[in-house]
C-alpha cells in the first residue's frame, strides 16, 4: 500500500487529477461530505434523533442569520425542532450508506454474471442477456418502488435496519444490469486473446482464468460506471425515500428530509426542504464530476 500511493500519484492518472481543478474540487467536497457523515456523532452540534434533547418550542426556527433565528442552530430547525444542519449530516450518512452498499452489491453480481456470460456464450450467455433486457425494458425507480414496497408489505413492523436492507436490495436489482453489459461485452474481447488461448492449452481451469485474468481487464469500465452509479443509486434512495417507501422517518435520509420539509414548504418554513435538497446536489455533483473525470483519465484516446 506505501508503494502503490506513490506510484498511483505519479501515474498518468494522478498526473491527470493534478491538473484538473474540477476534479481536485470535487474530490474535496466529495471527501468533506463524506466525513461529516460518517463522523456525524463527532461532528454535528446536536444529536436531532435523540428525543430527550428535543425541544418543540425550537420547532420551525429559521436559519441564523434570519429574523427569529438562533445562534443554537445555523440553519434552523424542522417541524420537532430538529437542527437541520446536524440532520443533513446524519441523514447524508443513512444516503451514503445505502447508495454505496447498492453499488458494490451490483458490481459483484452484475461483475459475476458478465464473466459468465461473456466467456461462456451459448445458452448462459442468451438466457443472461434475454434477463438484462427484461430488467432494462421496466424503469429502475419502477422496479426499485416495487420491490421495496412489496418489502414493506412483507415486513410491516421490521426494524429500520431491515426496512435499509430491503431498500439496498431493490437498488441493487435495477443496478446489476449494465454492469453485467458492461462486462460481457469486455469478456467477449478478452476472451480471444493470446494470454487467454496459452491458459486455456496450458491446462488452467476456466475459473482461473476469468478470475485471474479476464477479470483485472474488464474491470477499468466498470469502476468508472461505479463511480457515477454511486450518485444515481443515492438519488433513487432519496427518491424512494422522498415516496414514502424508503428510510423510515425514524431514521430519515436526505429523502424523506426532503419529504418532510415539503409539507411546509408553501407555509414559508423553505429551509426544512431547501438545505436537505441543496446537501443532495452537491453530494450528486461532486460524485458525478468525479466519474466524468475518471472515464476521460483512463480512456487513452484523450491522452
Known amino acids: 500500500m506505501t508503494s502503490f500511493l ?37 461532528v454535528a452540534p446536536h444529536n436531532p434523533f435523540d428525543l430527550v434533547t428535543l425541544e418543540l418550542s425550537d420547532a420551525r426556527l429559521p436559519p441564523a442569520w434570519s429574523t427569529g433565528g ?104 435495477t443496478g446489476w444490469v449494465q454492469y453485467a453489459r458492461t462486462v460481457r461485452g469486455s469478456t467477449l474481447v478478452e476472451r480471444n486473446k493470446e494470454y487467454v488461448q496459452a491458459a486455456r492449452v496450458t491446462g488452467v481451469a476456466p475459473l482461473r482464468i476469468m478470475r485471474r485474468h479476464v477479470l483485472p481487464n474488464v474491470m477499468g469500465p466498470v469502476m468508472v460506471l461505479a463511480t457515477i ?13 422522498f415516496l ?3 428510510a423510515p422517518p425514524t431514521s430519515p435520509s436526505l429523502g424523506t428530509l426532503i419529504r418532510i420539509g415539503n409539507d411546509y414548504l408553501f407555509s414559508g418554513e423553505w429551509w426544512i426542504t ?4 441543496l446537501m443532495l446536489v452537491i453530494i450528486a455533483l461532486s460524485v458525478n464530476l468525479l466519474g466524468d473525470w475518471l472515464r476521460d483519465a483512463t480512456n487513452p484516446r484523450l491522452r
Open 244 to 246: 414514502g417507501v424508503g
Open 274 to 277: 431547501v438545505f436537505p435538497g
Open 70 to 173: 438562533s445562534s443554537k442552530y445555523l440553519l434552523g430547525t424542522d417541524d420537532q425542532g430538529r437542527d437541520i444542519l446536524s440532520a443533513l449530516m446524519y441523514g447524508a450518512r443513512i444516503s451514503l450508506a445505502v447508495g454505496f452498499s447498492s453499488v458494490v452489491l451490483s458490481v459483484i453480481i452484475g461483475v459475476a454474471l458478465g464473466l459468465l456470460a461473456g466467456f461462456y456464450g451459448g445458452w448462459i450467455d442468451a438466457a443472461l442477456m434475454r434477463l438484462c433486457d427484461v430488467m432494462l425494458s421496466f424503469p429502475a425507480i419502477l422496479v426499485a418502488l416495487l420491490i421495496a414496497g412489496v418489502g414493506r408489505v412483507l415486513f410491516p413492523n421490521a426494524q429500520d435496519s431491515l426496512a435499509l436492507v430491503v431498500l439496498i436490495v431493490s437498488i441493487t436489482l
Open 6 to 42: 506513490p506510484r498511483l500519484w505519479h501515474s498518468d492518472v494522478g498526473y491527470s487529477f493534478r491538473t484538473s481543478p474540477v476534479a481536485i474540487g470535487a474530490a474535496l467536497v466529495a471527501l468533506i461530505c463524506i466525513f461529516c457523515s460518517v463522523f456525524a456523532g463527532f
Open 229 to 241: 452509479q454511486v450518485a444515481t443509486a443515492i438519488i433513487t434512495e432519496a427518491t424512494l425515500s
